[in-house]
Structure formats: structure tokens, C-alpha cells
């Protein structure tokens, strides 16, 4: 299993970035995808899952804002963050639960200035 983020970067307050998860060596029809974070100093938090039927959950921080999304056709799932805010400066981990164990994408930086 492959998990492959990226569209991490800096913007000012109110902006938006959108980040890709592209999955490699998995049935990615049935797996929940998740979206993690870890600012610095603070443990990692999960921020948005979503489910292989396309059910969705956020964390209260950012509902409203960020929308989780999967393209079934392309293996990726998504993390569209609108309205960010300095508080959401973050790394972004793309996950997933596969088969009873844990796999990580590689971090993506999101910085969002005041």
C-alpha cells in the first residue's frame, strides 16, 4: 500500500488549498480514507474521514470549511480546505485502516499566515 499526498503550501488567512491523496496496491473501493494533522509540539489529530460508501465526518474546527471527497476512477481522495485560518497550520497525513493496520502517506505542509 501506497499513499501518496500532496497540494500542501502557504496562503494568508481566508485562502484555500486543496490536497490529493493518490492510493497505489490497495482496493481503494473499500477502504475509509482519513485525513490527519500534526502542528508542531501537538499530536497528530484526525480531521476527516471518509467512508467507501462516500459518508463523511470533520472535526468541529474545521466544519463548514474543509470538504473530504474520493474519485473512485483515479484512487485519490481529496481535502478541499477553504476559509483557512492560521490555527490550521499543519502537517497533513493522508491514512487509512487496511486490512486491521495503519498506513501513512507522506506529510504535506499547509502554513497559513495572519
Known amino acids: 500500500v501506497q499513499l501518496q499526498a500532496s497540494g500542501g503550501g502557504s496562503v494568508e488567512a481566508g485562502g484555500s488549498l486543496r490536497l490529493s491523496c493518490k492510493t497505489s496496491?490497495?482496493?481503494?473501493?473499500?477502504?475509509?480514507m482519513s485525513w490527519y494533522r500534526q502542528a508542531p509540539g501537538k499530536q497528530r489529530d484526525l480531521v476527516a474521514d471518509?467512508?467507501?460508501?462516500?459518508?463523511?465526518n470533520y472535526v468541529d474546527s474545521v466544519k463548514g470549511r474543509f470538504t473530504i471527497s474520493r474519485d473512485y476512477s483515479r484512487n485519490t481522495v481529496y481535502l478541499q480546505m477553504n476559509n483557512l485560518k492560521p490555527e490550521d497550520t499543519a502537517v497533513y497525513y493522508c491514512?487509512?485502516?487496511?486490512?486491521?493496520?495503519?498506513?501513512w502517506g507522506r506529510g504535506t505542509q499547509v502554513t497559513v499566515s495572519a
Open positions: 471518509i467512508t467507501s460508501g462516500g459518508g463523511a
Open positions: 491514512n487509512t485502516n487496511y486490512y486491521s493496520r495503519q498506513w
Open positions: 496496491g490497495m482496493n481503494f473501493r473499500i477502504a475509509t
